[in-house]
């Protein structure tokens, strides 16, 4: 379905973007040009990644099962096939160059499985250390890091896949459930977050390889990051 608001180059890149509920709000912030592109079911639980410098992979919310595939210039979505699982508050990242989904929440239940998109199915790709919703993914190299999050309580644990699932001995300084990840170089930025205390506005560095974490100011307004990818 297209329901562009003002057209967006194809070309643009980058852009930025939120999903809301029922649509994909996206915007060029050189020219201040915004566009709500209608997306089915896709909700501000929802899950996202970026393909390309023209598509968005959108995954679940609302504990559903949903996989639609978003091209932010034309503003035309597709719907792929759905996930085995539906869910909600779950996380997106590559999985060797493959789309996949880890963890979430279905309603009911807190969820451990993983599933990536091989051609145009949905195929299982074992299970987290234990069920987590609420928590950030992020890509370095063939790598997927896992931020926070809750499981029962909110959680300072950071995971790492590589073939397989490992906890961190490092830690985030707080335990935090919806943050911002943002890779530089070796080091990752975590930003905001909800704390037990309520949605925070503190930025860490944190450099895993040598265990170091160095606190780096705060964000202008106190922020939590919903989509988690």
Same mark, same amino acid.
């Given at each position: 379905?297209?329901?562009?608001?003002?057209?967006?180059?194809?070309?643009?890149?980058?852009?930025?973007?939120? *999903?809301?509920?029922?649509? @994909?709000?996206?915007?060029?912030?050189?020219?201040?040009?915004?566009?709500? *592109?209608?997306?089915?079911?896709?909700?501000?639980?929802?899950?996202?990644?970026?393909?390309?410098?023209?598509?968005?992979?959108?995954?679940?919310?609302?504990?559903?099962? *949903?996989?639609?595939?978003?091209?932010? !210039?034309?503003?035309?979505?597709?719907?792929?096939?759905?996930?085995?699982? !539906?869910?909600?508050?779950?996380?997106?990242?590559?999985?060797?160059?493959?789309?996949?989904?880890?963890?979430?929440?279905?309603?009911?239940?807190? @969820?451990?499985?993983?599933?990536?998109?091989?051609?145009?199915?949905?195929?299982?790709? !074992?299970? @987290?250390?234990?069920?987590?919703?609420?928590? %950030?993914?992020?890509?370095? /190299?063939?790598?997927?890091?896992?931020?926070?999050?809750?499981?029962?309580?909110?959680?300072?644990? =950071?995971?790492?896949?590589?073939?397989?699932?490992?906890?961190?001995?490092?830690?985030?300084?707080?335990? *935090?459930?919806?943050?911002?990840?943002?890779? =530089?170089?070796?080091?990752?930025?975590?930003?905001?977050?909800?704390?037990?205390?309520?949605?925070?506005?503190?930025?860490?560095?944190?450099?895993?390889?040598?265990?170091?974490?160095?606190?780096? /100011?705060?964000?202008?307004?106190?922020?939590?990051?919903? %989509?988690?990818?």
């Amino acid at each position: 379905m297209k329901l562009p608001s003002k057209n967006l180059s194809t070309s643009l890149q980058p852009f930025l973007y939120s *999903l809301e509920e029922g649509y @994909l709000k996206v915007s060029d912030p050189k020219d201040d040009l915004v566009s709500r *592109l209608s997306t089915c079911e896709v909700s501000k639980y929802s899950s996202s990644l970026v393909l390309d410098k023209e598509h968005i992979l959108v995954t679940g919310g609302n504990y559903n099962k *949903l996989c639609v595939v978003v091209n932010v !210039g034309t503003g035309v979505s597709k719907e792929l096939t759905p996930m085995k699982t !539906g869910r909600s508050n779950h996380s997106m990242a590559f999985f060797k160059g493959r789309p996949g989904v880890i963890g979430g929440f279905d309603g009911k239940y807190q @969820l451990s499985s993983v599933e990536i998109l091989v051609d145009k199915s949905w195929e299982s790709l !074992g299970e @987290l250390p234990f069920p987590l919703c609420a928590h %950030t993914a992020v890509n370095k /190299g063939n790598e997927v890091y896992v931020f926070g999050g809750n499981s029962i309580k909110r959680s300072a644990k =950071i995971l790492r896949w590589n073939e397989e699932w490992e906890e961190l001995s490092v830690k985030m300084p707080k335990e *935090l459930q919806y943050v911002g990840v943002i890779r =530089i170089e070796e080091s990752f930025l975590v930003l905001g977050g909800n704390s037990i205390k309520g949605d925070e506005e503190e930025v860490w560095e944190l450099n895993l390889e040598k265990g170091e974490s160095k606190f780096k /100011g705060c964000l202008d307004t106190k922020c939590v990051f919903k %989509t988690n990818s």
